[in-house]
């Protein structure tokens, strides 16, 4: 069998090319979003960087943990708590405290992430001068990088109590690449920021932790914690995973399915090779294993020069998610053997699994059926593919009605959009040979009734051969129903999160800091003067809210947070329209919270236990309930249960008989002149347009990574299918030049049938990203969020351009032997 295999492989090259070249690609494919996947699963350990001289750094609480049965559960408080002055006085009597602040800064010309800190803690990074001296009076600061020089005066807003003011540089320091900073005495940085959320000590760790009981205490590499935003790499490790487990889930998919169908197709094109074998004596079991024999020779070669590509290709796609901002400066694709292992054996399955089905069915034949069927395909849907693609609808059903009765809101996660169509693909895909015949009748009927046989002939020749047209509209069909679902998805979700935001908000104007956080958590907000000024701004009915979040325990095991807004009831009225399923807004008061049908406990009067920003527990009383929606309603409590909570947005609304340019004037002398002025004041349609959730470029380089792959990968597909279609057709075509048909017409017969053929696959691939976005709007509807479709109209044109150019591309290069001259007829 192996040396009958050989040679079968090597008479014929074109189908052993068309396999092994599906194969090798999905191979590599799979290679390289395995080994992308296991690099991103280990980030280096990040060393100290502010505090990497410190010997001890203590840091105020900034974790929530909660015990429960099954352990303790923790979250990141939303207010994290200072160090206590009493701790720093105990700190104090063991050796020397330096006082930690950090407070955003804005410049005119400097980084926009520019922070302020105090001078004594630049000798823990170390910081070293490069030119002048320190600071020593009130208004001098020393700068990091080149961004100003040495004697430069600057105005400067900083602090949390925006302190503006005009600072001399006497000195600058190295750039340590980790922020951008000022340095002010520490006189002068405590009164502009009072609060501590850290300090260092001078003192043996064993002696502090005494000192400073249920606060943090970090030596070592744990010093990282007190830098900025210490969880960077945590947080890029996440996203990571998710970017390359998504990526590498649709790869999978995708290169499954059409290496699968490959396979299958080069087998059935061999039915009428089969039947002269049957009609010598062959048996049905040496049919099926000379073709098993086949596909295991080309699963190993495929699959081992798969590995090789991917291998090669992987530092590639490292280096251009980096140079993306899809992942952090370290990443690099490390040494590991086991996505090797996964992708080669996977191949391998894959190749063998493909032809099982047809081999079986190419055995089982009769030598005269087998030869009756080699020019028209018969039987095409058989039981198997009947069945899977069946069950795979009918699961793809069953599980979305069981997801809209229970948990609609699990359709709005990522994971679940991005899974859940590929179940309706295949099932699509499966049953396509039962769309195709009616299909492409309705399509190439206006052809058939223009002049000539090109319409006839490509209805025809469509038709009769089934299985070839199946195979070729699956490319095309999943290139179009992946992109459709999953951009469409995101731009459906994007557009109902839009109409909840304009929905809601009813005021005229928004006023937000312009400040950046201060990288501790609690943000500078507006100052208590600035928000007094604008409340008592004559014409304007003013709401306060400010930025908070509460933790509940539920079912005694899950610590859920849930971010909330902190406002008067009365205020929040005039601006804000809350959806609410029960109870009363005006209900609210400092011992009760509004909470949303997402909530296990959502009953209007009953008690919940929480846990305020701060950590602090208390028992809180219903007052109303919100629907679901998109997921982003939250919680609203009043200012008395989020005490450390900054204000951040002021809405405001023109009282009647008020004259709004009157007020927009007032609004703007009370937050201050530009470019030093403390907020912006911003219209209702203008703060939309900011606050509205669109794909950021980030996300979208994810995607189209995402997609590009896969869809690169189809692209070559159709195009391999197509060359393989053709060069079977060999036989065929010749007989249309002996009828007289030129070599023109033959191309043109060819480009015409490519192009019905991508149009029957965009059309299927439309018809699976429809059914999967009215899933989604359904679920919207049942979570009384306000449901647009939306399809990416753009996307799935190029999509469908590219796919037709390519076909069109491929359908005219000409097979073997078909461009000789024009034969003579015979006399």
């Not at 000409?814 to 003579?824: A, C, E, G, L, V």
Request: contains cysteine.
């Amino acid at each position: 069998m192996l040396s009958i295999a050989v040679r079968g492989l090597r008479t014929r090259w074109t189908t052993f090319t068309g396999t092994f070249l599906a194969l090798s690609l999905g191979v590599a494919l799979l290679t390289v979003m395995g080994l992308a996947l296991a690099s991103s699963a280990d980030a280096p350990e990040r060393k100290p960087e502010r505090f990497a001289a410190a010997p001890v750094v203590v840091r105020g609480q900034d974790t929530l943990r909660v015990p429960t049965p099954i352990g303790e559960r923790t979250q990141k408080l939303a207010h994290p708590r200072p160090v206590p002055a009493r701790t720093i006085a105990a700190l104090r009597a063991l050796g020397r405290v330096v006082e930690d602040r950090t407070f955003p800064v804005r410049a005119p010309g400097a980084p926009g992430d520019l922070v302020g800190h105090p001078w004594s803690t630049a000798a823990f990074a170390p910081y070293d001068l490069t030119a002048g001296r320190a600071p020593s009076a009130p208004d001098e600061v020393v700068a990091t990088g080149d961004w100003t020089t040495v004697g430069q005066r600057l105005r400067t807003p900083a602090g949390p109590v925006r302190v503006v003011g005009t600072v001399r540089v006497p000195g600058t320091v190295d750039t340590p690449g980790f922020e951008n900073a000022l340095f002010y005495t520490d006189a002068r940085a405590a009164r502009l920021s009072p609060r501590i959320p850290q300090v260092v000590v001078t003192a043996t760790p064993v002696a502090v932790r005494k000192a400073a009981p249920g606060l943090n205490v970090l030596t070592g590499d744990a010093r990282r914690f007190a830098d900025a935003d210490p969880d960077r790499d945590r947080e890029a490790l996440t996203a990571l995973n998710a970017l390359f487990g998504t990526a590498g889930g649709v790869a999978g998919f995708v290169s499954v399915f059409v290496v699968a169908s490959t396979f299958a197709f080069a087998v059935a094109q061999r039915r009428r090779e089969f039947g002269l074998l049957r009609t010598a004596g062959a048996t049905p079991g040496q049919i099926r294993r000379t073709v098993v024999t086949e596909a295991l020779l080309v699963g190993v070669l495929a699959s081992a020069t798969g590995c090789a590509l991917g291998g090669y290709a992987a530092p590639h796609l490292a280096s251009r998610v980096v140079a993306g901002g899809l992942a952090p400066a370290w990443f690099t694709i490390g040494d590991h053997a086991w996505p090797y292992h996964l992708a080669f054996w996977t191949g391998l399955l894959v190749a063998l699994c493909g032809v099982l089905a047809a081999s079986w069915r190419a055995g089982r034949t009769p030598p005269t059926q087998a030869l009756r069927e080699a020019s028209v395909d018969t039987g095409t849907m058989t039981r198997g593919r009947l069945l899977t693609g069946a069950a795979l609808l009918l699961t793809a059903a069953v599980t979305l009605v069981l997801a809209l009765l229970t948990d609609p809101g699990d359709l709005l996660h990522r994971k679940t959009y991005i899974s859940r169509p590929m179940l309706l693909i295949t099932a699509t895909a499966l049953l396509s040979p039962v769309l195709v015949r009616p299909s492409i009748r309705l399509l190439t009927w206006p052809a058939t009734r223009l002049p000539g046989a090109t319409g006839l002939l490509v209805r025809e020749n469509t038709t009769t051969a089934l299985r070839r047209t199946a195979a070729l509209t699956a490319p095309v069909l999943i290139t179009v129903a992946l992109t459709g679902s999953l951009l469409g998805a995101t731009a459906t979700l994007n557009e109902a999160r839009t109409k909840e935001l304009r929905a809601r908000t009813t005021a005229d104007f928004v006023v937000t800091p312009t400040g950046a956080d201060d990288g501790t958590g609690t943000g500078t907000g507006l100052t208590a003067r600035t928000v007094e000024r604008l409340r008592a701004l004559p014409g304007a009915e003013v709401s306060v809210t400010a930025r908070s979040a509460v933790y509940v325990l539920e079912d005694d095991v899950a610590l859920i947070r849930s971010e909330a807004r902190a406002a008067t009831p009365e205020d929040l009225a005039a601006t804000t329209h809350l959806p609410l399923t029960s109870g009363r807004l005006a209900d609210l008061d400092d011992d009760s919270i509004v909470v949303n049908e997402e909530w296990a406990e959502h009953t209007v009067g009953d008690h919940v236990t929480v846990r305020l920003g701060d950590g602090t527990p208390t028992t809180l009383r219903i007052a109303a309930v919100m629907p679901t929606g998109t997921g982003d309603n939250g919680v609203y409590i009043t200012p008395a249960n989020a005490p450390s909570a900054p204000v951040d947005r002021v809405d405001v609304k023109v009282a009647a008989g008020a004259d709004a340019t009157t007020v927009e004037a007032a609004l703007r002398r009370a937050v201050g002149p530009a470019p030093t002025a403390e907020a912006q004041v911003l219209t209702r349609t203008a703060w939309l347009r900011t606050v509205s959730p669109r794909t950021d470029d980030t996300t979208r380089l994810g995607f189209f990574l995402v997609l590009g792959l896969a869809l690169l990968y189809t692209g070559i597909s159709l195009a391999n299918t197509l060359l393989m279609s053709t060069s079977d057709r060999t036989g065929a075509l010749r007989s249309l030049r002996l009828t007289g048909a030129t070599r023109g017409q033959l191309l043109g017969l060819a480009v015409a049938e490519s192009l019905t053929i991508v149009t029957l696959g965009t059309l299927l691939g439309l018809l699976a990203t429809t059914v999967n976005l009215l899933t989604l709007t359904t679920a919207l509807t049942l979570l009384s969020a306000p449901p647009t479709l939306q399809l990416p109209w753009l996307p799935l044109t190029t999509t469908a351009l590219a796919c037709t150019l390519l076909a069109t591309a491929t359908s005219l290069l000409p097979p073997p032997r078909t461009n000789k001259k024009r034969p003579r007829p015979i006399n």
